[in-house]
Every structure is written in structure tokens, then in C-alpha cells.
């Protein structure tokens, strides 16, 4: 048994030795196999053959014959030196087709490849070019596609460093079906500005360059736009919409982005929205409403019989739109004054269903003044706020709060010191002493007995940070920490019986259905957020200076007050009623949250732009959304 190993062994090496001598081994190999298999099965069928030769020396030819005919050797039978020549023509035109057909398959392979790849010039004419691949692009992608909805032929082009196919099937898989919206993709750095005319950007509508996973990778995104600049050749660049994480790129993307261009600063619009949310509850809920094409958005629109009347009036000319501002030389007014005149150059900005729901309808009828609560200022308090972790936008968030901070208000920061040092933390208030108090504990904030001394009833708010990733990290591992800190704080709440006013920064949005915390609650997906927001402004460029105010502290934003504060509790009225209450106060209503719909889903009680039509019983737990000055 072992001898008969050893040989096979042997034998085994031996085959693999003449294997590794490469091509004509391989060639010799397969000859010897072919010899093995057709010689004898033409000597089988030749001796079996009632109609073959008698003699053996007849039989011998005609095996000759049919394994020449098999193998393509010619198959001459005669002198040697004639069936020599004839296997040598057989093997030179063997040579020739083979070479030719390998040619032929080696050409079609690399074309098919190529066109896989995606290098043909894309032929579309007013669609949307998406640079780069980040957390953003399903967000973008999805967004123009539901604003395509309504249009027989429209078209988006994705341009990244990524294969092909790797990136429609992720598109595909997340974004779903595009309907009459033809997604095109194709590969390549963005920067190249030869791979990125392949996407036709002249003919675009619009031009989005998508912001980075990797804040340090700002950088790509000024040399993307410079390669768009040099893509079109002098020629007229089409709207284009970037965004950066650090402000320091932001000017030289500006530069890069040209006139048409308009560059967004996400980190720190993430923190507005994470401030604002913080001082009311919900407004997350009503941003992401407004923000995407599946519901009521901002559209411009006007009509001549406006003209010469006043702003305040035309809050209440629209059933199923909300009047919110006005777009005049180019520049929007947000909530400008009621008695401001519309001039016949002006445009409303409303906020209505598509661009042809907004028509006009005196709703002034529908007031019922006996309903309306006399309005009652509220005055600024002190502020407690407790933010658990800390990451680059932690400064930008203290910034926003303290700019507003009342004398007495206090921020209490508890992170891990390998984030952050005291240092650190109280530098990042000093421009606000003395009115605002920097307060900092080092600590595990997923650890229940960081979180148990704190006195967490006290504060008004708790904001949940997620850490910087970290280079090698799996992407998922900051919104784990941040899942384990939520359930934490859940357990202080069961503790405690009160729930806690709790705003939360994830990474990826299927994470949001993981959190232990109330559905109504406020979650920041930073990449949704800026997905949405460039998708707007890639349809309507004036958007930008609107959205740029809301997220603002000194312009106007979006308050939620009290339903109270309005009209009567437990008194039946329109919603024209509660527009009405609140023009005298410099405030534009566009919409409710009802409180006994808080926590079901998916509007968590959050009403946009309703019919002003609409009647109910409001309750003193209702809220209004109220676009206003704080």
C-alpha cells in the first residue's frame, strides 16, 4: 500500500513538473490526450465497419482518415513525407484559426469590459450628474428620482471610483425601482476631467459632488469641481451643489464651484439641526417632511391679481398652500413683514404638494376670530443641556447653543478623554462666558455608572454625539456605541418615569429603527440630512438662501409653540383659524403635531401644509409649526 503511494506520488510530481514548464507543455499534454481518446475509437469504429477495407494495411488508412478528420490534421495517406506535409499544413492552419479566434474573443472581451465599466459618453440631455460616492448618494438618488416622477424622460449619471456593476446593484438594492428615471452609471475618478465629460455635464440640468465619508477628503471635492470647470471647456457651467465638511474648504469650493455654484458646509448645518432640535422637540420630524420630494415642499409661484397686495394677506389666498415668503431681485424674504407689498416683479415662496397645486382661494371666511387666544410672549430662560460624547462637530454645537444662551444656562459635557480634554471643552464656550457655564466629566458613556450620577431629570435636553470613526473601524461601530448609550439612558428613564428629551446623532439611517428610544423622537442622519437638502437646491437654486436662514439663529426658523397659544383648547376650529392667529404676531403657520399621534408612525403626528379647510379639536398639548424670528 505504501509503495503503490509512493508511485502515485511520484508520478503525480512528475506531471506537475512538466506542467510548470508553461504553454508547450500544457500543448503536449492535451495532444497526448486527444491521441489517447481518438486513435482507438477510430480503430473501433473502422474494425467494426462492414464496408471497411479487408487488408489491415486498408484499415490502418482509414483509422488514419477519421483521426485526421477529427483532430483537423488532413488526414493524407501515402508516403510518409506526404502525410507529413499534410499534418503540417493541418498544424499551421490550426496555428492561424486558433490565433485568429483568440484575436477575436480577446477584443470583444475587453469591449464588452470596457462597456461594463462604463466609458461610453452618456447621450442624455437635461439630467442629473451626481460626482462622488458617500453616505449621500441613495439619499440624492432617490430624491431625484421621486422629482423625476412627473417627467416622461428623465435621467441621473453617477460618476465614482467604483466598478460598474458594484454600483448599480448597491443602487438598485437601496433605491429601489426609478420608474420612467433612467439611471446611468459609470466609473472613474471624478477628478479626472476627461472620465467625468463622459457624463455629459454641459447638457445637465444640474451637477451634484457629493461630500466625503472621510472629513479630511474636502480636498477631492475642490479638485472634482475644478475638474467640472475644466470638463466643460469654457463653456456654460449648469447649476452645480457641493458640500464639505470643514469650513476651512469651503471658499476655495465656492471658487471652484463658479458662479452657478453653491457649497454646502455639512457639519455645520448638522449642528444647527441638532441645536434646534434640542430646543424643540419634533422639528426633525418636520425638516424631514419638508426636505423630501415624497411630500409638501417649497416651490416658487405667484399670480398678477396679488400684485399691490400685502404679504399678510396672501397667507390666507391659498387653500392647500402656505405662504411663506417671497422671492424679490432674486433674493428671498423669509417671513418678511405682513404689510409688505407685492410688487408685479415678486414670486411667493410657498410650501404646496407639486408646482401646479398652488391656486388661489380666499380662505378669510373660514376665521373664527372667537376662538383665538390673545397672544402672551414667552420669556427666555436659563438652559440645561447634557451632551454624552463628543466628535468634530461637539465645538460647532456649543457655538450654537451659546450664541443664544441666556445668563445662568450651563452645558455639561461627559466623554471619553481620548476624545476630548477639559481643555478642550471649556475653550469651546469661553467666547460665552460668563452667561454660559462649560461643565466636563470624563467617562464610558455606554456604562450605566457614568450616566447614574449625573442627575439626568435636571437638564432639558440630553444630546447623544457619535464618535469620530476611526481609520480601520467598520463604519457601524459609532452608531453602536451610540445604540448602547440609547439604551442606557432608556433604563434611566423605566428608573425614573419621566422620558427624557433626547436628540440623537446616528450614521446610517437603518439605525433609526434599532434605537431604544420613542418613534416621535429626534434622530440626525447627518448624510440624509445633506442628501436632502442638495437634492432640493439641485431643483430650485433660490432654495439655498432659504435653507441657509432656517438653519440660521439669527434669521427666521421653524418654531413648534403651543397649539394654546393660538386658538382655545378643546375648541373646534380651521386651520385658517390658527394662519390667522398668528399672522399679527410676525409668524407664518404651515402646519400642526398632533400629541396623541406623536409616536405613530410614519408622521408622528406631524401635519404639513394641511387644507386650511381642515377643522379639529385642538387640545393644549397640540403644537403649531410656525415659521418665525426667535
Same mark, same amino acid.
Not at 424622460?153 to 454600483?167: C, E, F, S
Not at 448597491?170 to 476627461?194: E, I, N
Not at 452667561?435 to 466629566?441: C, D, G, K
Given at each position: 500500500?505504501?509503495?503503490?503511494?509512493?508511485?502515485?506520488?511520484?508520478? $503525480?510530481? /512528475?506531471?506537475?513538473?512538466?506542467?510548470?514548464?508553461?504553454?508547450?507543455?500544457? #500543448? @503536449?499534454?492535451?495532444?497526448?490526450?486527444?491521441?489517447?481518446?481518438?486513435?482507438?475509437?477510430?480503430?473501433?469504429?473502422?474494425?467494426?465497419?462492414?464496408?471497411?477495407?479487408?487488408?489491415?494495411?486498408?484499415?490502418?488508412?482509414?483509422? /488514419?482518415?477519421?483521426?485526421?478528420?477529427?483532430?483537423?490534421?488532413?488526414?493524407?495517406?501515402?508516403?510518409?513525407?506526404?502525410?507529413?506535409?499534410?499534418?503540417?499544413?493541418?498544424?499551421?492552419?490550426?496555428?492561424?484559426?486558433?490565433?485568429?479566434?483568440?484575436?477575436?474573443?480577446?477584443?470583444?472581451?475587453?469591449?464588452?469590459?470596457?462597456?461594463?465599466?462604463?466609458?461610453?459618453?452618456?447621450?442624455?440631455?437635461?439630467?442629473? #450628474?451626481?460626482? *462622488?460616492?458617500?453616505?449621500?448618494?441613495?439619499?440624492?438618488?432617490?430624491?431625484?428620482?421621486?422629482?423625476?416622477?412627473?417627467?416622461?424622460?428623465?435621467?441621473?449619471?453617477?460618476?465614482?471610483?467604483?466598478?460598474?456593476?458594484?454600483?448599480?446593484?448597491?443602487?438598485?438594492? +437601496?433605491?429601489?425601482?426609478?420608474?420612467?428615471?433612467?439611471?446611468?452609471?459609470?466609473?472613474?475618478?471624478?477628478?479626472?476631467?476627461?472620465?467625468?465629460?463622459?457624463?455629459?455635464?454641459?447638457?445637465?440640468?444640474?451637477?451634484?459632488?457629493?461630500?466625503?465619508?472621510?472629513?479630511?477628503?474636502?480636498?477631492?471635492?475642490? +479638485?472634482?469641481?475644478?475638474?467640472?470647470?475644466?470638463?466643460?471647456?469654457?463653456?456654460?457651467?449648469?447649476?452645480?451643489?457641493?458640500?464639505?465638511?470643514?469650513?476651512?474648504?469651503?471658499?476655495?469650493?465656492?471658487?471652484?464651484?463658479?458662479?452657478?455654484?453653491?457649497?454646502?458646509?455639512?457639519?455645520?448645518?448638522?449642528?444647527?439641526? =441638532?441645536?434646534?432640535?434640542?430646543?424643540?422637540?419634533?422639528?426633525?420630524?418636520?425638516? $424631514?417632511?419638508?426636505?423630501?420630494?415624497?411630500?409638501?415642499?417649497?416651490?416658487?409661484?405667484?399670480?398678477?391679481?396679488?400684485? @399691490?397686495?400685502?404679504?399678510?394677506?396672501?397667507?390666507?389666498?391659498?387653500?392647500?398652500?402656505?405662504?411663506?415668503?417671497?422671492?424679490?431681485?432674486?433674493?428671498?424674504?423669509?417671513?418678511?413683514?405682513? &404689510?409688505?407689498?407685492?410688487?408685479?416683479?415678486?414670486?411667493?415662496?410657498?410650501?404646496?404638494?407639486?408646482?401646479?397645486?398652488? !391656486?388661489?382661494?380666499?380662505?378669510?371666511?373660514?376665521?373664527?376670530?372667537?376662538?383665538?387666544?390673545?397672544? &402672551?410672549?414667552?420669556?427666555?430662560?436659563?438652559?440645561?443641556?447634557?451632551?454624552?460624547?463628543?466628535?468634530?462637530?461637539?465645538?460647532?454645537?456649543?457655538?450654537?447653543?451659546?450664541?443664544?444662551?441666556?445668563?445662568?444656562?450651563?452645558?455639561?459635557?461627559?466623554?471619553?478623554? +481620548?476624545?476630548?480634554?477639559?481643555?478642550?471643552?471649556?475653550?469651546?464656550?469661553?467666547?460665552?462666558?460668563?452667561?454660559?457655564?462649560?461643565?466636563?466629566?470624563?467617562?464610558?458613556?455606554? $456604562?450605566?455608572?457614568?450616566?447614574?450620577?449625573?442627575?439626568?431629570?435636571?437638564?432639558?435636553?440630553?444630546? #447623544?454625539?457619535?464618535?469620530?470613526?476611526?481609520? *480601520?473601524? &467598520?463604519?457601524?461601530?459609532?452608531?453602536?456605541?451610540?445604540?448602547?448609550?440609547?439604551?442606557?439612558?432608556?433604563?434611566?428613564?423605566?428608573?425614573?418615569?419621566?422620558?427624557?428629551?433626547?436628540?440623537?446623532?446616528?450614521?446610517?439611517?437603518?439605525?433609526?429603527?434599532?434605537?431604544?428610544?420613542?418613534?416621535?423622537?429626534? #434622530?440626525?442622519?447627518? @448624510?440624509?440630512?445633506? @442628501?436632502?437638502?442638495?437634492?432640493?437646491?439641485?431643483?430650485?437654486?433660490?432654495?439655498?438662501?432659504?435653507?441657509?436662514?432656517?438653519?440660521?439663529?439669527?434669521?427666521? &426658523?421653524?418654531?413648534?409653540?403651543?397649539?394654546?397659544?393660538?386658538?382655545?383648547?378643546?375648541?373646534?376650529?380651521?386651520?385658517?383659524?390658527?394662519?390667522?392667529?398668528?399672522?399679527?404676531?410676525?409668524?407664518?403657520? =404651515?402646519?400642526?403635531?398632533?400629541?396623541?399621534?406623536?409616536?405613530?408612525?410614519?408622521?408622528?403626528?406631524?401635519?404639513?401644509?394641511?387644507?386650511?379647510?381642515?377643522?379639529? !379639536?385642538?387640545?393644549?398639548?397640540?403644537?403649531?409649526?410656525?415659521?418665525?424670528?426667535?
Amino acid at each position: 500500500m505504501g509503495r503503490g503511494t509512493s508511485l502515485k506520488g511520484r508520478a $503525480r510530481y /512528475w506531471f506537475d513538473t512538466t506542467l510548470a514548464r508553461g504553454t508547450p507543455a500544457l #500543448v @503536449g499534454w492535451l495532444a497526448v490526450g486527444c491521441l489517447v481518446v481518438v486513435f482507438p475509437v477510430s480503430a473501433v469504429l473502422v474494425w467494426t465497419d462492414p464496408h471497411a477495407p479487408a487488408s489491415r494495411s486498408g484499415r490502418l488508412a482509414a483509422v /488514419w482518415r477519421l483521426s485526421g478528420e477529427t483532430l483537423r490534421l488532413g488526414g493524407a495517406t501515402g508516403p510518409l513525407l506526404r502525410v507529413l506535409l499534410s499534418v503540417l499544413l493541418a498544424l499551421v492552419a490550426l496555428v492561424y484559426v486558433s490565433t485568429l479566434v483568440g484575436l477575436i474573443t480577446t477584443g470583444l472581451t475587453e469591449r464588452l469590459t470596457a462597456l461594463r465599466r462604463g466609458h461610453s459618453t452618456v447621450i442624455e440631455q437635461g439630467h442629473s #450628474v451626481v460626482l *462622488g460616492w458617500s453616505e449621500q448618494v441613495f439619499t440624492v438618488v432617490s430624491e431625484l428620482v421621486a422629482a423625476n416622477a412627473n417627467q416622461r424622460h428623465g435621467a441621473v449619471a453617477v460618476l465614482a471610483d467604483r466598478d460598474k456593476t458594484t454600483m448599480e446593484e448597491a443602487l438598485g438594492r +437601496k433605491v429601489g425601482t426609478t420608474g420612467r428615471t433612467r439611471l446611468v452609471c459609470r466609473s472613474g475618478p471624478p477628478t479626472d476631467p476627461d472620465l467625468l465629460a463622459l457624463t455629459n455635464p454641459g447638457a445637465a440640468s444640474a451637477v451634484l459632488v457629493l461630500p466625503h465619508d472621510d472629513p479630511s477628503a474636502d480636498p477631492e471635492v475642490v +479638485k472634482t469641481l475644478l475638474a467640472l470647470r475644466s470638463a466643460l471647456d469654457g463653456k456654460e457651467s449648469p447649476p452645480v451643489v457641493a458640500a464639505v465638511r470643514d469650513d476651512r474648504y469651503r471658499l476655495a469650493a465656492s471658487l471652484a464651484a463658479g458662479t452657478n455654484g453653491i457649497v454646502l458646509e455639512s457639519d455645520a448645518i448638522t449642528a444647527r439641526l =441638532i441645536v434646534q432640535s434640542a430646543r424643540r422637540p419634533g422639528l426633525s420630524l418636520v425638516y $424631514r417632511d419638508l426636505l423630501d420630494f415624497a411630500g409638501d415642499e417649497f416651490y416658487l409661484t405667484f399670480d398678477p391679481a396679488l400684485t @399691490g397686495r400685502s404679504f399678510g394677506d396672501t397667507l390666507l389666498a391659498y387653500a392647500t398652500s402656505s405662504v411663506v415668503g417671497l422671492l424679490r431681485d432674486g433674493r428671498p424674504l423669509l417671513n418678511p413683514p405682513p &404689510q409688505t407689498l407685492l410688487g408685479p416683479g415678486d414670486r411667493l415662496i410657498v410650501i404646496t404638494r407639486d408646482d401646479d397645486t398652488a !391656486r388661489l382661494s380666499d380662505c378669510s371666511g373660514l376665521v373664527d376670530e372667537s376662538v383665538m387666544t390673545p397672544w &402672551q410672549p414667552a420669556n427666555a430662560r436659563p438652559e440645561r443641556v447634557l451632551i454624552l460624547g463628543w466628535n468634530r462637530r461637539a465645538s460647532l454645537i456649543v457655538d450654537q447653543f451659546g450664541r443664544c444662551a441666556v445668563h445662568g444656562s450651563v452645558i455639561a459635557v461627559v466623554a471619553d478623554p +481620548k476624545e476630548v480634554t477639559a481643555e478642550q471643552v471649556r475653550d469651546a464656550g469661553t467666547d460665552f462666558a460668563p452667561r454660559l457655564t462649560m461643565t466636563f466629566r470624563p467617562g464610558d458613556v455606554t $456604562r450605566p455608572e457614568t450616566l447614574r450620577c449625573l442627575e439626568i431629570d435636571s437638564y432639558d435636553s440630553v444630546v #447623544v454625539l457619535s464618535p469620530d470613526p476611526v481609520p *480601520g473601524e &467598520q463604519p457601524d461601530e459609532a452608531d453602536n456605541r451610540t445604540l448602547v448609550t440609547l439604551l442606557v439612558l432608556h433604563m434611566l428613564e423605566q428608573e425614573s418615569g419621566r422620558e427624557l428629551p433626547v436628540v440623537t446623532e446616528m450614521t446610517d439611517d437603518r439605525n433609526r429603527t434599532l434605537a431604544p428610544i420613542s418613534p416621535g423622537a429626534d #434622530v440626525i442622519i447627518s @448624510g440624509k440630512l445633506i @442628501g436632502l437638502l442638495m437634492a432640493q437646491i439641485s431643483q430650485n437654486r433660490h432654495l439655498a438662501a432659504v435653507f441657509e436662514e432656517l438653519f440660521s439663529l439669527t434669521g427666521s &426658523q421653524i418654531h413648534l409653540r403651543p397649539a394654546a397659544s393660538y386658538v382655545l383648547p378643546g375648541c373646534e376650529a380651521s386651520f385658517a383659524t390658527v394662519v390667522a392667529a398668528a399672522q399679527p404676531r410676525g409668524e407664518c403657520a =404651515i402646519g400642526y403635531r398632533r400629541h396623541d399621534r406623536a409616536t405613530a408612525v410614519p408622521d408622528h403626528g406631524v401635519r404639513i401644509n394641511p387644507d386650511k379647510n381642515e377643522r379639529r !379639536r385642538w387640545t393644549d398639548r397640540d403644537e403649531v409649526v410656525v415659521i418665525t424670528q426667535d
